[in-house]
């Protein structure tokens, strides 16, 4: 259990997903979290599920909590920081931001060079408990502050810790990674319904096969190739129906995508660069 302070500047959707992670996997409890917001009805939601600290003001958590989670859209973390600049004990605290495309550099830019900050990107299966997590150290951030971080984050699925000039790879695998899926698994769907089965027969039928994929692979710890390899008989169906796939290079189309996913990451991240550097001037 982490024995300090959480505080949460941010109740959206992610923040509510780790401040319920924390609760129910007992890494925190509900009288060591505070969230603030600017909406009411986002932290009453919070409070009455949660019975976590609420405020209306920033400040509030940021002179109550130890670890402070930036848990807002990547366009409000200018002035945040800029809250967060005038804060009493910044040496004392850890700061961890999820916004998407700013640099724990840029943050410790404007709160200050002694920071310290750690970065993350989570993925949308946090409000499950199933996410993925990709973890970097800040300039200034110790080993312990990444420790913590990864209690934090596995509270609602599982975390490794990465470089982080490699955020914009993370978030083309797996932080965009989850559309990808839902959209082969519509397209199973529509292909059962293709060849006959109902589209509720065909949704049970794609999802289970995708889950029980996943947890085989899980399980045996056996790479792809070899799990395809065992259920793909000499001129079978499955072999059929791989022939068909690479035909229509579905390798190559995945590929692309993470790698337009990780070009479009940057692109965003350079944007949101000139925009905080704009605002911290």
Avoid: W
Wanted: hydrophobic share 40%; proline share 2%.
């Amino acid at each position: 259990m982490i024995n300090r302070n959480i505080g949460f500047i941010g109740a959206g959707n992610m923040g509510k997903a780790l401040i319920n992670g924390l609760i129910y996997s007992k890494t925190s409890s509900k009288e060591l979290i505070m969230c603030s917001d600017s909406c009411e009805d986002k932290l009453d939601s919070i409070k009455n599920e949660f019975g976590v600290m609420i405020s209306g003001n920033n400040s509030d958590v940021l002179n109550t909590a130890d670890i402070i989670i930036l848990a807002v859209k990547p366009q409000i973390i200018p002035v945040v920081c800029g809250e967060i600049k005038n804060c009493s004990c910044i040496k004392k605290k850890l700061f961890i931001s999820i916004a998407a495309g700013i640099s724990s550099n840029a943050i410790e830019s404007c709160i200050g060079s002694n920071a310290r900050v750690v970065r993350v990107m989570p993925n949308v299966a946090v409000s499950i408990m199933e996410g993925m997590s990709a973890i970097a150290k800040g300039g200034n951030a110790t080993r312990s502050d990444i420790e913590t971080t990864k209690k934090i984050f596995n509270s609602v699925g599982k975390s490794l810790e990465i470089d982080e000039y490699l955020m914009d790879a993370v978030t083309g695998l797996s932080g965009s990674g989850p559309g990808y899926i839902f959209l082969i698994i519509e397209a199973l769907i529509d292909a059962g319904v293709g060849v006959g089965l109902s589209r509720e027969i065909s949704l049970k039928l794609a999802i289970q096969t995708l889950l029980g994929s996943v947890k085989l692979m899980t399980v045996t710890g056996e790479h792809p190739s070899k799990l395809r390899d065992s259920v793909t008989s000499p001129g079978g169906t499955t072999m059929a129906g791989i022939h068909a796939l690479e035909s229509g290079a579905l390798r190559a189309t995945l590929m692309n995508a993470v790698k337009a996913s990780t070009n479009r990451s940057k692109e965003i991240r350079e944007q949101y660069l000139k925009m905080f550097l704009g605002n911290t001037d």
